[in-house]
């Protein structure tokens, strides 16, 4: 989950302060923001009413001056988010909420119920899944901790008892942080950046000492620049941002380094419509849809830290192909280092023409100009195929072998100018056991089917043959072994298209047969040409093939020996 939802329900700035100063960065201090600074101010502005339908006003609820999400369940995310959005109004002279009494009401009422929230250890619960949390708190910090920082240098007038809950709060937390647990790879390092926020405001030998704890593991980055989650549209550019508040906060510029590799294997994961590639997180963002403006900060700050033009570049395209709203939410960091008003250095071009495989994440990625393909292994969706707006979110291949036919490659090899996935199946029969391994008692959980010899055994292999073919690709299919299985190919569109060159499925929404010479389908003026198809039968749900996706799909269906080539442009 991206807890840093900060467009619609809170986002935290240091809209007063210049960045906290290290001697390796550089510093700037400026009085006038920039306009398109201050046009995200606005946004903020008009965002913040939303909060007032959300807030518990029964003086009998437990929370009372807390906020609630869409289904109505109390919670300090959202409490927290409004703080933080809240605050940083507060302080911008810029923003209609400038030193706001009223507002500032309204965030002492939920400063109370943040401690309402928070267990007698220091953490709160993201109660969608998990209690008394560490990493939880740490997310939550990411608001609370510049709110404090925002609200103490707006000098706004009354505010000292909500600095004394705010304050409560953060060292409270800091005592959960110290010992407290974590469950995924990226925790390590959020919980690090909080702590490091923490300890800018409040030193604690304690606190440093936590974070060497985790950093002694290391920063789980692959040879391919990508860490270990491959989680590429939520917690790779947490990861960044966590460790780029790290490398400034503790003043260890060495930690920028994984970061610059992430962002330059990650210029390589980028659609031409600016979408950024999913499908090989192993993650919950795995095939969902979205930009890069997650990266804009991470982009924006290593270009201007190592005057970098690629990142420069991508900084440029992710400010064209993401909303205003999407960067605003970020502001926070914009706001806290004035360094990052300045103007980006030239652009460098960015990679528009490649084939590049990324063997520790099973991605190969094809770019030419204005359409890309993903190939895949250990992904039963091992192929998409973009053009604009047009997309084939996935191919996938099944045959009813033994129940076990979906198909998938453990790895893609490269053979001349064409890359290969591969699976191989057995379907066994079994023959009576030997009389000594046969139990008394007959129990068969005592006489396991690895004792029997195998008989009558059955084979399938399937080799799919990729490679690039008049400003597209052509994708070979190959399934041998044992005769006449019925297969079943999947090309699974992104809905909100038309087809041509297809029939309608009866009886089955979203599905379509294709026998003719050519298909198309065709998204706002952006057209995916395919061919050629084949119907040999029409049972495309097969046993053991994984069930249709919720998408537009074309069915293209036969039996073994099957061997069928698909073009794609």
């Known amino acids: 989950m991206n807890r840093r939802n900060f467009v619609t329900m809170g986002a935290s700035s ?22 398109w600074v201050v046009e995200w101010i606005k946004i903020h502005d008009q965002q913040l009413p939303n909060f007032k339908k959300l807030k518990v006003t029964d003086p009998k609820h437990r929370y009372v001056g807390g906020y609630t999400d869409d289904v109505e369940i109390s919670n300090p995310h959202t409490t927290s988010g409004f703080i933080a959005k809240a605050c940083m109004l507060i302080s911008c002279p810029e923003s209609s909420f400038y030193q706001s009494s009223e507002v500032l009401k309204d965030v002492e009422a939920a400063a109370k119920a943040m401690l309402k929230f928070q267990h007698s250890d220091g953490t709160i619960d993201l109660l969608a899944t998990n209690f008394h949390s560490t990493p939880d708190t740490a997310f939550v910090l990411e608001n609370i901790v510049p709110a404090y920082k925002f609200l103490k240098q707006s000098n706004t007038k009354g505010s000292e008892s909500t600095l004394e809950l705010l304050q409560k709060f953060l060292k409270n937390a800091g005592e959960g942080l110290i010992v407290g647990g974590i469950h995924t790879p990226n925790h390590r390092w959020v919980v690090s950046a909080a702590l490091t926020k923490l300890n800018e405001l409040f030193p604690d030998k304690r606190y440093l000492n936590r974070i060497d704890q985790w950093l002694a593991e290391h920063i789980d980055l ?11 549209n939520s917690y790779s550019p947490i990861v960044n941002r966590s460790l780029i508040i790290m490398a400034k906060g503790l003043n260890k510029p060495e930690l920028l380094e994984p970061v610059l590799k992430n962002l330059e294997m990650t210029l390589f994961y980028v659609h031409p419509n600016g979408e950024v590639v999913t499908e090989a997180s192993n993650r919950q963002d795995k095939g969902t849809i979205g930009n890069m403006s997650k990266y804009y900060y991470c982009y924006r700050f290593m270009a201007l830290q190592k005057n970098n033009g690629e990142m420069a570049a991508m900084a440029r395209q992710i400010e064209k192909t993401s909303s205003k709203e999407q960067l605003a939410g970020y502001l926070d960091y914009f706001l806290e280092d004035p360094t990052l008003w300045k103007d980006l250095p030239a652009d460098k071009p960015l990679p528009t023409s490649y084939a590049k495989a990324f063997p520790y994440s099973g991605v190969v990625r094809i770019r030419r100009s204005n359409w890309d393909s993903t190939l895949l292994s250990n992904n039963t969706s091992w192929l998409t195929f973009h053009k604009g ?28 100018n064409t890359w290969v996935l591969t699976k191989s199946l057995e379907g066994p029969y079994y023959q009576p056991l030997e009389k000594d391994k046969i139990s008394p008692d007959g129990d068969l959980d005592k006489m396991p089917r690895t004792l029997r010899k195998q008989s009558e055994v059955q084979k399938l292999e399937t080799i799919v043959k990729i ?10 299919i190959n399934m041998s072994g044992t005769e006449g299985v019925p297969v079943t190919l999947e090309l699974i569109f992104r809905a909100g298209g038309e087809f041509s060159g297809v ?29 050629s198809g084949t119907i040999e039968h029409k049972n495309v749900q097969l046993r053991g093939a994984l069930p249709a996706m919720d998408a537009p799909t074309v069915y293209l269906t036969g039996f073994t020996p099957f061997k069928h080539t698909i073009k794609l442009s």
Do not use: H, W
Not at 14 to 33: D, Q, T, Y
């Open 389 to 416: 707006n047009a997309v084939l979110q996935a191919m996938r291949v099944a045959s009813s072998f033994f129940g076990k036919g979906q198909f998938q490659s453990e790895k893609i090899e490269q053979r001349g």
């Open 14 to 35: 240091l809209c007063a302060i210049p960045m906290l100063g290290f001697s390796v960065f550089e510093k700037r201090n400026s009085a006038e923001k920039p306009a």
């Open 467 to 476: 490679k690039e073919a008049n400003n597209g690709l052509e994708v070979e």
């Open 222 to 232: 692959d040879p391919d620049g990508q860490y270990t989650e491959k989680s590429t």
């Open 503 to 531: 029939s309608k499925l009866p009886a089955k929404e979203n599905a379509y047969l294709f026998s003719g010479e050519k298909g198309t389908y065709t998204v706002n003026g952006d057209t995916i040409n395919f061919s």
